[in-house]
């Protein structure tokens, strides 16, 4: 990882990197990578995880943020550099957090919504359905199994977190458009 940010950094947006799309599921944890390492590269968008993948595969881009799903399919065809979160899913890989990082990069959380003025009691049955899902055991194996996040956030925390995460994408943003 220090290589690549070392590379990144000798040649200002020379290093391309394959990604989901704008806005798409790691682009958010690349830009704060790239913040954070001080580095510019040219982000090359696809059209969801796959193509990104492909164009990786086929060296249409340098590197790419996948996850741990995704590259444990690829098998010996890709190098982990980092693994998101605080701790690696891949062994003998360090995570962000232990390469000075923010912990966060490369957790995604998915959203399940539901319309303001939903009915409480309809509300109370989602709420109930996804909590008994999250406990459920053939739900937690896979999860475990493909590497991904299985934290539950409830809809009054989230909604907490929305104005600060709001204004870290907007600085975000900023900081890239320099």
Known sequence: MKDLVDLA????????IAHRGVWGAVQVQ?????????????MV????????MRGFLAAEADFTLQFPSTILAQGDAVRVLASGGAKSHFEGVPSFG?????????????II???????????KMLQDALMKVNEDKTYKGL????GENQAFI???DYEMMRPKQSETYKELVKSLAQ
Do not use: C, H
């Open 9 to 16: 950094k000798a040649n200002p947006g020379k290093l391309k």
């Open 30 to 42: 690349a830009m704060q990578l790239f913040k954070e390492a001080g580095i510019k590269v040219t």
């Open 45 to 52: 968008p696809y059209k969801g995880g796959g193509p990104s």
């Open 98 to 110: 232990d390469l000075g990082y923010s912990a966060d990069i490369g957790q995604m959380a998915r």
């Open 113 to 123: 919504m539901a319309p303001r003025g939903i009915p409480e009691d309809r509300l």
């Open 143 to 146: 999860i475990k199994r493909i």
């Open 154 to 156: 409830n809809g009054p």
